[in-house]
């Protein structure tokens, strides 16, 4: 059963949790009196059509329904979750859930996007709501921070790790959370190194993201500081760095005086610095350094790869078809070239995920492997029949042409969005004993499963191009 979600205010937080909620299979209301509202939230999804599916190698649901309401009662109406995500003037909070919480049935979760507000302020007037706040673009980004009753907070992380999210509940109730509390030390310690004349937005930025912004991705601060102790630990960090807390390196207790004049300075370093770019362009940018760097992430499962690894496990399998589905996803933009078109190594690495996968359909999957046994590649032969390009769909079913004895020959079928042949891909395994690095026999379940696909897959056509080798021409 579909399930529904209702998003109140269709800015950019509230666009990122409508594409987060409708590209994983929700059917989602959007209530947003902007007359600009539709279009807006379509060019979020837009983006995050191109940018989501790409962190994954499963293919995500079926997108829901979108839907838009001028009519409150309307969009709330059946909703399993409720985000408001309008501005943050605390009446206009009291006025919006107080009317959510009568609306949206007794058993939706009633989420607030507010950076700042207290669940006991937001609920001071009678309304019932928890905070959900989530980080931009809300799409990509795992982190959202669950601040309110311990049930109502337990019933929203479930529903938010079944969309790819990682929520981290807040002990205790605090101004700005936990997240924002350190963007906002930052923020003000920026601000003063370009009103003294220190360092301008861009060098300051480049800071960030030439150094601890790229240790912070994978280890966040205490494990990075760990590290940064040697041998010795923590405690020597703690005890070599701990005096320089009481130095004067930090104005932490100090704002500078929002004038004319730093805002004028501020906003003319960051034109100079990024106004070349349109703001959809400078986001499809940060989406797609975002894609790489999370899809990096993944083969460590570290921080943010570690949730897409646990998301990606709990999607859905394939239909069941004639020939068994090995591959199911949506073409990364990391995996083109200039022109947009799926890059020839990238179609090598489909057909050795589809092999992986094939693998642990018959048994010899992580365990098997552990175990001391696997499949080693001998030989591919790859051809290339039609493009593919960047957010098209790739699927690849397999055919088994040998699986007798040591070796296994299988054939990948790889298809577009239409089901057009874009590629095949031939290729032979034997059968390794990972202890003696020599050929052997499988064990009797996995030669057993990969025989009966086989014998199955005899009574099938011989596929066009299989025993070809390069530079053969066709008959």
Not at 49 to 58: C, F, M
Not at 369 to 389: C, P, Q, W
Request: hydrophobic share 45%.
């Amino acid at each position: 059963m579909t399930q529904k979600a209702c998003i109140v205010g269709g800015g950019v937080i509230g666009g990122g949790w409508a594409a987060r909620f409708l590209l994983n299979g929700w059917d989602v209301a959007v209530f947003d009196p902007d007359p600009e509202a539709e279009r807006k939230i379509g060019e979020v999804i837009d983006n995050a059509r191109r940018s989501l599916p790409a962190l994954y190698d499963k293919r995500l649901p079926d997108e829901g329904k979108l839907s838009f309401h001028s009519d409150l009662a309307e969009a709330a109406a059946g909703a399993d979750w409720v985000q408001e995500s309008v501005p943050e003037r605390l009446d206009l909070k009291h006025k919006v859930l107080g009317s959510l919480t009568e609306l949206a049935p007794k058993t939706a979760v009633i989420g607030s996007s507010t950076s700042g507000f207290k669940p006991s302020e937001l609920t001071s007037e009678g309304a019932r709501a928890v905070v959900a706040h989530p980080f931009n673009p809300v799409y990509l980004l795992p982190l959202v921070e669950l601040v309110g009753d311990a049930a109502e907070t337990a019933r929203a992380a479930e529903v938010l790790r079944s969309i790819g999210m990682f929520p981290l509940h807040v002990r205790k109730e605090i101004d700005a959370h936990i997240a924002d509390r350190f963007l906002e030390a930052v923020w003000r310690e920026a601000l003063w190194l370009v009103k003294d004349g220190i360092a301008t937005t861009e060098e300051i930025d480049e800071a960030i993201r030439m150094g601890f912004g790229l240790r912070w991705a994978q280890m966040g601060l205490f494990e990075t500081y760990r590290i940064a102790g040697g041998e010795a630990g923590m405690k020597h960090f703690m005890a070599q760095f701990g005096p320089c807390l009481s130095w004067p390196w930090t104005k932490l207790m100090d704002v500078p005086e929002f004038t004319d004049e730093l805002v004028d300075l501020i906003a003319g370093q960051s034109d100079a610095q990024s106004g070349h770019r349109s703001i959809r362009e400078l986001e499809r940018l940060r989406d797609d350094n975002l894609v790489g760097m999370m899809r990096a992430l993944k083969k460590s499962g570290s921080g943010a790869g570690g949730v897409l690894n646990t998301h990606e496990r709990a999607l859905a399998a394939p239909a069941e078809a004639e020939l068994p589905i090995t591959g199911d996803r949506q073409i990364p933009q990391s995996w083109t070239d200039y022109n947009g078109h799926m890059n020839e190594a990238h179609y090598l690495e489909a057909g050795a995920a589809a092999t992986d996968r094939f693998m642990e359909l018959i048994g010899a999957d992580a365990d098997y492997i552990a175990s001391g046994k696997s499949y080693f590649t001998v030989e591919n032969h790859l051809r290339y029949l039609d493009e593919l390009l960047a957010g098209e769909r790739l699927t690849v079913t397999t055919q088994v042409l040998q699986g007798e004895g040591k070796k296994m020959q299988l054939f990948h079928f790889l298809k577009n969005a239409d089901g057009k042949l874009a590629a095949t891909m031939e290729t032979l395994l034997l059968h390794v004993d990972l202890n003696t690095r020599a050929s052997s026999l499988p064990g009797a379940e996995v030669g057993e499963k990969l025989k009966a696909f086989a014998d199955a897959h005899k009574a099938l056509p011989f596929p066009e191009g299989a025993g070809r080798f390069v530079g053969q021409k066709a008959v």
